[in-house]
């Protein structure tokens, strides 16, 4: 069939409007317009004045946060003209509307973008369209005579800016290293479409996109959809020109140019899609990991959904961003260091990680592509649920991962910022663009969100919960949907009406905490009496007054054997009669299987008899979840801190690398950097009394025959001894196997290298400083880079580290890749008190240089320090600063309420702690 036409202004090379002079570019400026009255701008005449026949006809006040709905998009044409070497571009656009009513304004999201000319058609009229200005987000455009109702069309031309800095929009990086190509990528979640093109930039405007692109004929050019045409243009140009896509939101909408390699890499899945990887150029032997396993994770993503991957091709693009990830249909944006593995580096942390990200991400080709949220309040249907189902795709790929473990040791770190006062809830009300970039939160949206579904799916049934997620794809295929459709999906198929009890998780706040006591008496059957309350950390402001409806499953043993109990606890408090005549419980675990969204309340009596009488009953997931709660229960007091470090001998009995990982919650509650310096060598020596003989056993090297979990835990237990341990063995042994590796990238396992380049760089040692430094300017490899720059941020020779912060200010060092040498000084009582001047003294300028997701680093370090006075001086600093950052408000109110909370429990701790640690001899 004939091709249909792509309706632009302007064919083949950049739009006509666009090839005028560039000095006359700046008077259609937004810098200049914002300075003007409507209409005044570029000689042009105010709006007519409404007939009294159009009377009817409405003019929409400029927007805040969201666009009116007095028009909606219903396909988009866009042309650009993009060339990675260049800080600018050329664009334009033309979206097919659906006007609601008549009105002479139409609103648009638009940031930074220079409007060249626009005019809109409606009734086989065309007319032009004067610009309004908007602030930073929205542009105008208003007509003499009012359009609609009805269709029409709005044709823009403009020029935008290629950003080099933040990765917002059209961004363009060079592999740099001697290498001056440059490529073009975009990243437009969640609101940065809008710096690339005019549009209506909200998710439920998710409408087909017809795209073409002009770009240098020697250059690769991908978007969602396949190439449809290829052209040559005039000057060494040429046109690539897209299949129509599906309909999806802007944000979704991607685009690649550059001298890439493109790999043919068969197919994914189980119905014949095409697989290719798109890489700079070179690394191709890079991708034979990730090949392998990406058309399996479609395939498993098939079988659960219960359909074919639902888009035309699948082209993973490998970009420059550390762990930079993004679910654009037809073209997955997955990270450099993710996915380009050498052969000789496939470790199986480096597997699983790939595994883990790339079925995420491929996850959403369901939740969040096929099926679109409506408004921001809802990403959690898109990221709570990759990353719940990411578990079951690596479980799958590779059951020995024990992929379970490994997510439900992350459930304390989502506990631990959710049991904040300030903590936000899973649906975060949207009241401003910080709102927008908070529901980002990887502990609660993300991993709190997943634990959440993971409780429900067990109450359910696994096969109920599968059937209604199948449903709500059915019903609402290439749409958009909300929390109250999936709810009623989930009603349909599982017969309850289980949504109230969801919503008390995802629409507040705060953390369980659930207690099981048994209740025996004589003259009647054996009782639990299960009560809930909010978990609240000492020194906390959050109110008890709250409550769930929390599915609670209960384990406990008997003379006759062990057994489960589940309710859904409704009230504070419910008594469960236990079954026929039971003999009293000996013990009772509050969470069977570690599945509850909850604390377990268990003092020191119960979690005593938990070791000495139940540990064998429990399984690896229970075991994982007590741990972690026994470390949470020391912050409210609960379970006294001495205790809980007696505990971890018995603890460590027998685990296995998931609970032996588990048990550092609770040994890293005496903070190295706060405990008084006489008491630290104490501490370092608890610390080998617990894992020292655990890292002697595995050294620094393989052995044949090895699990992945051994060579995974090799690693964290040897920094644990060589960090908190200060091992000295340990170290000079990292110290002389990273001079080896400096020669011959063969003397150091890829399994341990960030751990011995972090260790060696204890020593102090300039020589090895400035041979690291050489190392990471000549490393093309940025997973090996951003190795080396941590490394450097753990030397504590102030004179050294003065060095380092300086390689920050400079170009040597991108602040992206850095980020490691600044965390790294403010988790050491040494380098603190540098680092963080350092860090507020240059906030502004590392600020400008950061990613725009990357600003949290900044904020977090308001909660260095553990004493009033630095947080009275963090609060002072941070505050205004904070604004400036996406989602910065929140982000800092966090870090400065855990700062209040360690020094409320450093005031009840200090003297437990301490003589605790004079026992260890």
């Known amino acids: 069939m004939t091709p249909r036409p792509l309706r632009t202004i302007g064919r083949g090379a950049a739009p006509r409007a666009l090839r005028a002079p560039r000095a006359s570019f700046a008077l259609l400026a937004f810098s200049a317009l914002a300075a003007c009255g409507v209409g005044a701008c570029g000689g042009q005449k105010p709006p007519a004045p409404v007939q009294e026949t159009q009377a009817k006809a409405i003019a929409p006040p400029q927007p805040t946060l969201r666009l009116p709905e007095n028009a909606r998009p219903v396909r988009y044409d866009l042309d650009l003209t993009l060339d990675p070497s260049k800080d600018d571009f050329a664009g ?180 014949g899609t095409p697989l290719r990887f798109v890489v700079p150029k070179g690394r191709g032997g890079e991708t034979r990991y990730a090949t392998e396993v990406t058309t399996k994770l479609v395939g498993v993503l098939e079988d659960y959904f219960g359909m074919p991957y639902p888009y035309g091709k699948l082209d993973v693009a490998v970009v420059p961003r550390y762990a930079g990830t993004m679910e654009h249909p037809g073209l997955v944006a997955l990270g450099q260091p993710i996915t380009l593995i050498r052969p000789d580096e496939e470790t199986p942390a480096r597997k699983q990680f790939y595994a883990h990200i790339g079925g995420h991400e491929l996850g959403h080709y369901w939740f969040g592509d096929y099926v679109t949220m409506t408004w921001w309040d809802d990403l959690w249907l898109n990221e709570a649920f990759t990353t719940w189902i990411d578990v079951k795709v690596t479980r799958a790929i590779d059951p020995s991962w024990n992929t379970d473990q490994g997510r439900l040791r992350l459930r304390g770190r989502a506990m631990g910022t959710d049991a904040l006062a300030t903590a936000q809830p899973i649906r975060v009300p949207i009241t401003s663009d910080h709102d927008i970039a908070n529901t980002f939160s990887a502990d609660i949206t993300y991993l709190k969100g997943a634990q959440v579904i993971r409780m429900f799916e067990n109450f359910l049934g696994p096969e109920k919960f599968q059937s209604a997620v199948r449903r709500y794809m059915k019903e609402h295929a290439w749409k958009n949907a909300t929390t109250d459709d999936f709810l009623a999906a989930l009603q349909a198929e599982t017969g ?285 490899d940025r997973s090996e880079r951003a190795m080396i720059f941590t490394a450097l941020g753990n030397f504590r020779d102030s004179a050294l580290m003065k060095e380092t912060f300086d390689l920050l200010l400079s170009n040597e060092i991108e602040m992206r890749d850095g980020q490691g040498i600044v965390t790294a000084a403010l988790a050491e009582r040494e380098s603190r008190d540098q680092a963080y001047e350092f860090l507020t003294k240059n906030f502004d300028t590392i600020a400008t240089r950061t990613g725009r997701r990357d600003g949290n680093l900044l904020l977090r370090a308001a909660a260095t320090y553990c004493d009033k006075e630095h947080h009275d001086e963090a609060v002072r600093f941070f505050t205004d600063r904070a604004k400036t950052i996406e989602g910065g408000p929140q982000i800092l109110a966090n870090a400065l309420e855990r700062q209040v909370l360690c020094i409320a429990q450093r005031e009840r701790n200090e003297k437990p702690i301490e003589a605790f640690l004079k026992t260890i001899r």
């Open 92 to 271: 334009a656009v033309g979206i097919d509307l659906t006007v609601q009513q008549p009105t002479t304004v139409i609103w648009l999201n638009a940031r930074a973008l220079r409007i060249r000319e626009a005019h809109v058609t409606f009734g086989g009229k065309k007319s032009a369209a004067r610009v309004l200005p908007g602030g930073d987000d929205f542009v105008g455009f208003a007509f003499d005579r009012p359009i609609g109702p009805g269709a029409a069309r709005l044709d823009v031309a403009y020029e935008g800016h290629v950003d080099k800095d933040r990765q917002a929009g059209l961004y363009r990086v060079s592999e740099g290293r001697g290498n001056d190509d440059w490529y073009l990528y975009s990243v437009f979640e969640p609101i940065d479409a809008r710096r690339a093109f005019p549009c209506f930039d909200e998710p439920a405007y998710k409408v087909p996109w017809k795209i073409a692109l002009h770009v240098k004929k020697e250059h690769v050019a991908l978007a969602n959809a396949k190439v449809e045409s290829e052209t040559p243009g005039p000057n060494g140009m040429k046109t690539v020109v897209f299949e129509e896509s599906k309909p999806l939101p802007s944000y979704l909408v991607a685009l690649v140019v550059g001298p890439f390699d493109v790999l043919d890499a068969g197919t994914a899945g189980h119905h």
């Open 496 to 780: 309850q009406d289980i949504g109230p009890a969801f919503k008390t998780f995802i629409d507040q706040p705060g953390v369980p905490l659930v207690a099981a006591d048994p209740i025996c008496t004589k003259d009647a059957a054996p009782q639990l009496l299960v009560a809930q309350q909010r978990f609240i950390p000492t020194g906390s402001e959050a109110s008890p007054d709250q409550s769930w409806q929390i599915p609670v499953c209960v384990k406990y043993g008997t003379k006759k054997g062990v057994t489960r109990e589940c309710t859904l606890l409704r009230t504070s408090r419910s008594a469960i009669t236990l079954d026929a005549e039971p003999s009293c419980p000996d013990w009772v675990l509050p969470n069977e299987g570690g599945a509850g969204y909850y604390r377990s309340n268990v003092n020191a009596a119960a979690l005593s008899k938990l070791l000495k009488t139940a540990w064998p009953n429990l399984d690896p997931l229970e075991k994982i979840a007590l741990v972690s709660d026994a470390a949470a229960l020391t912050h409210n007091g609960t379970l006294g801190i001495a205790e809980a470090l007696a505990f971890v001998p018995a603890m460590l009995k027998g685990a296995d690398r998931h609970l032996i990982e588990t048990t550092f919650e609770i040994v890293e509650q005496a903070r190295k950097d706060v405990l008084r310096p006489e008491l630290v060598p104490s501490y370092a020596k608890y610390i080998r009394s617990l894992y020292g003989e655990k890292a002697k056993a595995l050294g620094w090297t393989s052995k044949p025959g090895e699990d992945n979990d051994t060579r995974v835990l090799r690693a964290n237990v040897l920094r644990m001894v060589g960090d908190l341990g200060e091992d000295p063995a340990v170290r000079k042994k990292a110290y002389e196997l990273v001079v080896k590796w400096l020669s011959d990238r063969k003397a150091l396992e890829p399994d341990v290298l960030e751990t011995a380049l972090i260790l060696a760089a204890k020593s102090k040692d300039r020589d090895l400083w400035n041979r690291l430094r050489q190392a990471a300017r000549a490393s093309h």
